[in-house]
């Protein structure tokens, strides 16, 4: 009988660098030429952009560096937990004169910072909370453009039609929080006309700053702003007449091709009126190619603006690809109809279902600035000499120790601390019950973020004898956040402590160096020197160690070649991809009585790490086993557990005998190349 695992879908981009300029670079694009409107399309009297601002209350805090935050909060989508309606635009638009449809005219060019930045400071006085579009139309003849946005915090570049969220391609666009930097990106035209294009710009807190250029393709140095007269003359409008514009998808969440979607999240579409107004009788929503108009909701028409929310009954599968495809009538289409079809892949979220522990640890009866009785911690970090655990740069933090949820929230954004980022919690199900927090009363913590200098310290659990115990496995709640300069990790023992084994190596994906075969090198990536990685004195010897990600690592170095598939990317600065359940087999765990757990964390002032309801499980593998991936570059390497399985891949969920062998497949890993293309995996039996 045949036995299949769920299938993992997959869809990465490849991109150039351009570090030693100082910039970030994207791969170039080809414009359609349906994209095209005709040459001279444009009204000459209207130079320039046409800008739209949001800004919300920072009662609730600072809102996350997000592009997708920033469409939700321009299409009126986010919704403040306060009043549970949408955020009120807290913009100052009318001391900029803005038009009363909320727009506002950029004769100029876009080269905003704080002091210049149209409606902000908004009515609060701040300048935290914002999201911008503008909107341009600019004549290009056949050839390759460049462009580059430096922008203080995230931006994204698309082409198509600039009101509809459907019907985008997205040129260049750097997704969260940083300070002024530049995205440098490329795009090819091979018809002559007019180019709408369209800038979101999103700002959390602190610095503020977005710049838009055109470039040289091949010297990014020559550059010059947008309608300047060393850069592209812009346009805000076309002339009368041009182009008949039937219902747009002006909101959509999630947005084609995201990424790390919750499960329940389902859908929402705002449909605006144009020339030709929507008629809801005439729409139709498809969810996996089954229609399910019948269970959207269909939102009275307000202002022209008709929303439709869904969420399907059950859970996705993590890492699924969820496609849905609406359809209404439109006169300016050809066939008298609107299709858009869109997909976004769902988070890698828990869904386990746990048997009662073996061994469990939930750290309620720990004292708060201890540990767990039988536990042992170490750091070789010289301490300071001062001790408060409502400090986090005292030496209360100075190595894994046990605090409460409440001692965090009190502590609140004191010195840096930010309580919220450190709380976040994903969604995630153990036995259907979707979690509330991944840390719950007291946990076990790790501070590296506001602590100067490195930080390195263990944390071990007691040694846990697992006589008669089988298919064990480690489950932990883990409220983790990488940076690009630290590593953590789980290792095992067998043996009470004398050798220990991998689990799992988390370090940012970038730093993962591959082989000429597009495998990552483990010796390579963890014996590379780095100038940003943690240093120490040995306590013992008073020998300098460190400056290298294997410094930290307990299994023998001679058997590093093997450590690859326990090397896992994770996503620097994001403070949501790595809040999750964590599960791993323990395969020389079982029938052994002298098991204990290492976790380790290394870092200089890089982020943090909770762990919370540690245990151990003996859960027989009765289906096929999950498929778990990490990414280094283009690269997708897939890892799962368990004998006789095959590895397959399908590029249409459509097509059921599309699915093929992935060619040079191991016994338990593969890796891939990434092109772009959406790909599906499974295993078979």
């Known amino acids: 009988m045949m036995s299949y695992s769920k299938i993992l879908g997959w869809r990465g981009w490849a991109g150039a660098s351009l570090a030693a300029l100082g910039f970030t670079a994207m791969a170039q694009v080809t414009i359609p030429e349906s994209v095209a409107l005709p040459s001279g399309s444009y009204d000459p009297a209207k130079l320039g952009f046409t800008v739209r601002v949001h800004q919300t209350t920072t009662e609730n805090g600072t809102l996350p560096n997000s592009l997708a935050r920033a469409e939700a909060q321009l299409a009126g989508f986010l919704v403040n937990p306060t009043t549970g309606e949408p955020y009120e635009n807290i913009a100052d638009l009318q001391g900029w004169l803005f038009h009363p449809d909320g727009t506002y005219d950029e004769p100029f060019t876009i080269d905003y910072d704080a002091g210049t930045f149209p409606g902000i400071p908004g009515l609060e006085g701040t300048t935290d909370n914002i999201a911008m579009e503008a909107t341009t139309y600019i004549p290009l003849t056949p050839g390759t453009y460049g462009m580059i946005v430096n922008s203080d915090d995230g931006f994204r570049v698309t082409t198509g039609n600039p009101l509809d969220r459907a019907d985008e391609i997205v040129l260049g666009e750097f997704d969260g929080g940083r300070g002024a930097a530049d995205t440098f990106f490329t795009f090819e035209v091979t018809k002559e006309g007019v180019y709408p294009f369209r800038l979101i710009y999103e700002q959390g807190a602190g610095g503020m700053s977005v710049s838009w250029y055109s470039a040289d393709p091949d010297d990014p140095t020559q550059r010059g702003l947008l309608n300047a007269d060393a850069g592209l003359p812009c346009y805000r409008a076309l002339k009368t007449g041009v182009q008949k514009l ?116 939930d750290f309620e009866s720990t004292d708060e600035g201890e540990i767990p009785d039988g536990w042992t911690r170490w750091s070789p970090i010289a301490p300071s000499g001062t001790e408060d655990l409502n400090d986090p740069h005292s030496d209360s933090y100075l190595m894994w120790t046990v605090i409460s949820v409440q001692r965090m929230r009190d502590i609140g954004d004191a010195g840096g601390w930010n309580a919220q980022r450190r709380l976040n919690t994903p969604e995630a199900y153990i036995n259907g019950e979707r979690l509330e ?249």
């Open 437 to 685: 927090s991944l840390m719950n009363g007291k946990f076990a913590y790790m501070e590296s973020d506001v602590r100067g200098g490195s930080q390195y310290s263990e944390l071990l659990t007691p040694v846990i004898d697992l006589s008669g115990k089988t298919d064990v496995h480690l489950v932990f709640y883990s409220a983790y956040t990488q940076n690009q300069d630290n590593i953590a990790g789980v290792e095992y023992s067998i043996d009470g402590g004398n050798t220990w084994m991998p689990v799992m190596y988390m370090i940012d994906a970038p730093d993962i160096i591959l082989n000429d075969a597009g495998e990552v090198d483990a010796v390579a990536t963890l014996t590379e020197p780095r100038g940003d990685t943690a240093t120490y004195t040995d306590p013992d010897t008073g020998e300098q160690k460190g400056g290298f990600y294997g410094a930290f690592l307990k299994v023998p170095e001679d058997q590093w070649a093997d450590l690859g598939p326990y090397i896992q990317g994770r996503v620097n600065d994001d403070q949501w991809e790595s809040k999750r359940v964590e599960k791993y087999r323990l395969p020389l765990a079982d029938n052994q009585s002298q098991v204990q757990i290492r976790f380790l964390y290394a870092g200089t002032a890089s982020w943090f790490w909770g762990i919370d309801n540690v245990g151990l499980y003996s859960m027989p593998e009765g289906a096929a086993p999950e498929l778990a991936y990490s990414v280094a570059g283009d690269q997708l390497t897939l890892t799962w557990e368990g004998a006789g399985y095959t590895l397959q891949v399908n590029t249409d969920l459509g097509n059921p005998d599309g699915w093929t062998d992935v060619p040079d497949a191991g016994e338990n890993s593969a890796t891939v190349t990434m092109d772009g293309a959406a790909a599906f995996y499974r295993l078979k039996k």
């Open 246 to 361: 039937g219902p747009s998808i002006s909101g959509l969440m999630p947005l084609p091709g995201s990424e790390n979607i919750a499960p329940s999240s389902g859908i929402s579409i705002l449909i605006e009126d144009q020339d030709v107004a929507f008629d809801a009788a005439t729409f139709h929503l498809y969810h996996n190619d089954q229609e399910v108009t019948a269970d959207a909701t269909i939102h009275p028409k307000k202002d022209g603006k008709t929303r439709i929310d869904y969420t399907a009954p059950t859970l996705p599968a993590p890492l699924s690809a969820e496609t849905y495809r609406a359809e209404f009538a439109d006169a300016t289409q050809a066939d008298g109809k609107r299709v858009a079809t869109w997909s976004y892949t769902v988070a890698n979220y828990a869904n386990f279902t746990l048997t009662d522990p073996i061994w469990f640890e």
